[in-house]
């Protein structure tokens, strides 16, 4: 089992930036990769980027190429997501996920789940 723990969210002004952060805990080894998603009032969770825990090769939805950027710190056990030039639709519920086996870009099928950090940007 693998635990998550979400933060650096927050209220941030339109151009703005953040990172957020993931902390996992437990079975380490069994990280396939991790992923960010959102999910906004009414809306459905959408993925946001993910990145391969051994290489580290990165993905992203194209609503958010070339402004938000993920990483990792084996070290530290933790994956980040570093926000910038924020716009209001970028509001939302910010979910890191954890997968222990191959999945699609995009996919929701993680094992895991972190309880969630709300992103606010006003404009």
């Known amino acids: 089992q693998v635990q998550l723990v979400e933060s650096g969210g927050g209220l941030v002004q339109a151009g703005g930036s953040l990172r957020l952060s993931c902390a996992a805990s437990?079975?380490?080894?069994?990280?396939?990769?991790m992923g960010w998603f959102r999910q906004a009032p009414g809306k459905e969770r959408d993925f946001v980027a993910a990145?391969?825990?051994?290489?580290?090769?990165?993905y992203y939805a194209d609503s958010v190429k070339g402004r938000f950027t993920i990483s990792r710190d084996d070290a530290k056990n933790t994956v980040y997501l570093q926000m910038t030039t924020l716009r209001p639709e970028d509001t939302a519920v910010y979910y890191c996920?954890?997968?222990?086996?191959?999945?699609?870009?995009?996919?929701?099928?993680?094992?895991?789940w972190g309880q969630g950090t709300q992103v606010t940007v006003s404009s």
């Open positions: 996920a954890e997968a222990n086996q191959p999945i699609g870009v995009g996919s929701r099928n993680y094992n895991y």
């Open positions: 437990g079975r380490i080894d069994s990280i396939y990769a």
């Open positions: 990145i391969k825990w051994s290489g580290g090769s990165t």
